[in-house]
């Protein structure tokens, strides 16, 4: 199965910046649709972003639409998600994820989530 791998975490102040990128090996993730999760202590893991592989359509949650931006690189099979204006509350262990089959798009479950990296810290405070 495709194995994942996220990087990039770590403090950031608010209002600061931070990409977390997620690379992949084995089948092309040209053929998946790719997904961000963050969850904090005591919290439900919460879908934050995803892309769907057929028509390139993105999903991002209210709490970060117009902050965070998910993108790809098919070429070194690896997927970002560039983060920005970051509060506090954003703080929490960010997993990436990937399925050859899912559309992904409103309430993203991990369950529909077949591929999943270990997860990276990030913690946004002053």
């Known amino acids: 199965q495709l194995q994942l791998v996220e990087s990039g975490g770590g403090l950031v102040q608010p209002g600061g910046s931070r990409r977390l990128s997620c690379a992949a090996s084995g089948p092309t993730l040209a053929y998946h649709a790719i997904g961000w999760f963050r969850q904090a202590p005591g919290n439900e893991r919460e879908g934050i972003s995803c892309?769907?592989?057929?028509?390139?359509?993105?999903y991002y949650s209210d709490s970060v639409k117009g902050r965070f931006t998910l993108s790809r690189d098919n070429a070194k099979n690896t997927f970002y998600l560039q983060m920005t204006s970051l509060k506090p509350e954003d703080t929490g262990v960010y997993y990436c994820?990937?399925?050859?089959?899912?559309?992904?798009?409103?309430?993203?479950?991990?369950?529909?989530?077949?591929?999943w990296g270990r997860g990276t810290q990030v913690t946004v405070s002053s």
């Open positions: 892309i769907n592989r057929s028509d390139g359509s993105t």
């Open positions: 994820a990937a399925d050859p089959d899912l559309y992904c798009g409103g309430d993203m479950s991990p369950g529909d989530f077949t591929s």
